[in-house]
């Protein structure tokens, strides 16, 4: 079912969430993350936090196939949807500046996680891409996180051509990415610099700062669930079904 750990030292949280398919996201792990994501932002000992995935692979390949493949009725398909939802809208919320740690290839939800982090470091092989349409639904519920970042008209180019990968190049032209580095390791060296560096501020200016940067989002309270439940009506249908079998094969 996956993991998800934090270490705390120096007043930075590290989240990282691992699963074995390429760190996917069945509801259960998008449950526990948005739970360790509120939990972590009542810590008073901890100025940021930084969000990473396991291993040196995918970053996030979205949402976990199997599930949306047993999804049976209106309801378990806005459930499911309202997961990344809720992982959203709990970094938004978080009082804490969230770091990005994008070591990897991001798909779907993976990019939506991506897009909600305050500042983001990736890799020259952070690729991105945003392939719902092809599965008979579409990025619903991230596209408000998404294009928050990178605007309507980057977000509608992923969206309206959901089999072509986006380069980091262009993550980082469009204001996805914050740093792009060739490797992990300078990745993980730059990361280290900069995170003891922007914990050594004033928490209260942080604090005030996060505030400023997700200005005129409250809405996503209820934005987010209505987005979800369009998802979950789509996942029913038989092309969504036909074309999760093809992707899963």
């Known amino acids: 079912m996956g993991t998800i750990e934090t270490f705390i030292n120096n007043s930075i949280a590290t989240i990282t969430f691992y699963h074995p398919s390429s760190n996917s996201f069945p509801s ?45 009725n209106y309801e378990e398909g806005g459930k499911f949807f309202s997961g990344f939802a809720n992982v959203i809208n709990a970094m938004r919320k978080s009082p804490k500046l969230i770091i990005g740690r994008i070591h990897g290839k991001a798909v779907g939800g993976g990019v ?21 349409i092809a599965i008979g639904i579409g990025p619903f519920v991230i596209e408000p996180a998404v294009s928050r970042k990178i605007g309507k008209i980057a977000m ?28 992990i390791e300078e990745l993980d060296i730059r990361l280290e610099e900069y995170t003891n560096e922007l914990s050594s501020y004033n928490k209260e200016a942080l604090l005030e700062m996060k505030k400023v940067l997700w200005e005129d989002t409250n809405h996503w309270d209820s934005l987010l669930y209505e987005r979800a439940a369009i998802s979950g009506r789509l996942v029913l249908s038989d092309f969504t079904k036909n074309a999760l079998e093809k992707f899963k094969k």
Request: glycine letters at 6%; hydrophobic letters at 40%; one cysteine or more.
């Open 112 to 132: 939506g996680l991506a897009s909600a982090c305050d500042y983001s470091f990736a890799t020259q092989k952070s690729e991105i891409k945003l392939s719902e």
């Open 28 to 72: 259960s792990l998008l449950q526990n993350l948005t739970d360790e994501i509120y939990s972590v932002s009542k810590n008073d000992d901890v100025a940021i936090i930084v969000l990473k995935s396991a291993g040196n692979g995918a970053f996030c390949a979205g949402a976990s196939f199997d599930e949306l493949l047993a999804v049976s």
């Open 156 to 183: 509608s180019e992923m969206t309206l051509n959901p089999t072509a990968w986006k380069t980091s190049k262009w993550a980082f032209e469009k204001g996805l990415f914050s740093e792009v580095f060739e490797t």
